[in-house]
Structures are given as C-alpha cells and as structure tokens.
C-alpha cells in the first residue's frame, strides 16, 4: 500500500511531461521528497529516463542535433557541479534546496523572459539543468525555457532526446557518490511502469485538457509543494 502514492504520484507527473515537454520531476520531486526522501533525486531520475526514451521515440522525427549537442556540452560540467553539491549537503538541506529550485522554475515559468536557442543559450541551459537535475532531479525548466516557442512537437521531441542523455550523465554521477545503490534500484522499479502509464494515458487524453489549464494547473501545484518544502526546512 505504501506504493500506491508515490507510484501515482509518478503517473500523474509523466502525464503532465508527455504532455508539455517537462514537468515530471518539477511536480514529483517535492512531493516523493516527503514521503520517502530516499526517492530524490536517484528513482525519479529513473522514472525520467523511461519516460523520456518512450517520449523520444514517439517524436523521434522532430529531434534536432544541432542546437542539442551544445545543451548537452554544456550538461557535462553541471552534472559534475550538481554531484558535488549533493555530496557536501544533507537531506535536510537538500529539502530546502529542492524546494527553490521548484519556486524559482515556477517564478521563471510566469514570468516573461524570452530566449532564443543560439548556441550560447543552449549551452547556458544544459549547464543549469545538469547543475539542478542532479542536485535535485529538476533540470527541465532551463532548456523548457529557451525553448518555449518553438513548435509543440520540436519542444517534446528535444526536451525528451535531451533527458534522455542528461538522466543518464545524473545517474552515472549520483553512483559515483553513492547516492545510486541497490536500495535506489529498488525503489526506482515500480516508477518504470508508472512513467509508462502517464505517458499512455497522456497520448489518449491530453487532446481534452487544454494547454492553459495543464500549465496553470501544474505551476500551481508546483507553487504549494515548492513551498511546503522550504517551509518545512524551517519547522
């Protein structure tokens, strides 16, 4: 029974990342962090990568290398920066940092800074998203950001191929210091088949929700478990 919530938990935010590009980790973390902090940032890391292959071969035709490969240059020294960070703070901390990087992503989110995807500002993106998607499993928001308006399937298909190899450098790195063991493993299996569910149910539904509502449905929701984290770190 303990499952049930963090595996629904799962569900609903691969439908939300299925749906518009990320999302997954910004509504899961906080809220896993909680119940069981063993689930941050390793197993929802998991759940990330399944999703994200899944998303990217659904739109393998819209990916595009060019702009990605500096994204991911970039990711390189921020997942090593991201690894160091965990490595020197303790859960608790860890918790408060969370639930920043959650309140910022939604303040950037609202706001309306414009980027465009040169190769400066992918490489500026992927740093940032490696730095807080292996800090705190949140690395969506810096490359949702820089690519906001280009096509709906360009964003998916690249935000995707990007997880996909950032989810990967994470786990290497959170291994490396032993923040991704057997007890990780174990508790990342059953949000394989949860991110899979989200991501089903979003391809067969998400034509009867509009985007409006989702985006200002989740930031919400965002909002109330970015902040009940930092003030928790105060109770």
Known sequence: MEVIIPVLIVVAGSFVQTAIGFGLA???APLL????????PAPITVAALTLSLANAW???????????KFAILGRVPGTVAGGLLIFWIDQRTL???LGISVLAAVWLSFGKVAFR???GAMFCAGFLSGFMGT??????PPMALVLQHQTADFIRANMAAFFVVSCIMSLLMLSFVGRF??????????FMPAS?????????????????MLRLGSLSLCAVAGLAAVISYWM
Request: aromatic share 12%.
């Open 26 to 28: 910004v509504i899961a």
């Open 33 to 40: 962090f909680f119940i069981n902090p063993d689930y941050v």
């Open 58 to 68: 659904r739109f393998r035709h819209s990916i595009s290398l060019t702009g990605l």
């Open 95 to 97: 918790g408060l940092w």
């Open 117 to 119: 995807p040169t190769r």
């Open 135 to 140: 800090s705190s499993s949140i690395g969506g």
């Open 181 to 190: 063991g057997e007890q990780h493993i174990l508790l990342s299996l059953p």
């Open 196 to 212: 899979l569910l989200g991501y089903w149910l979003a391809m067969r539904s998400v034509h009867l929700i509009t985007s409006r």
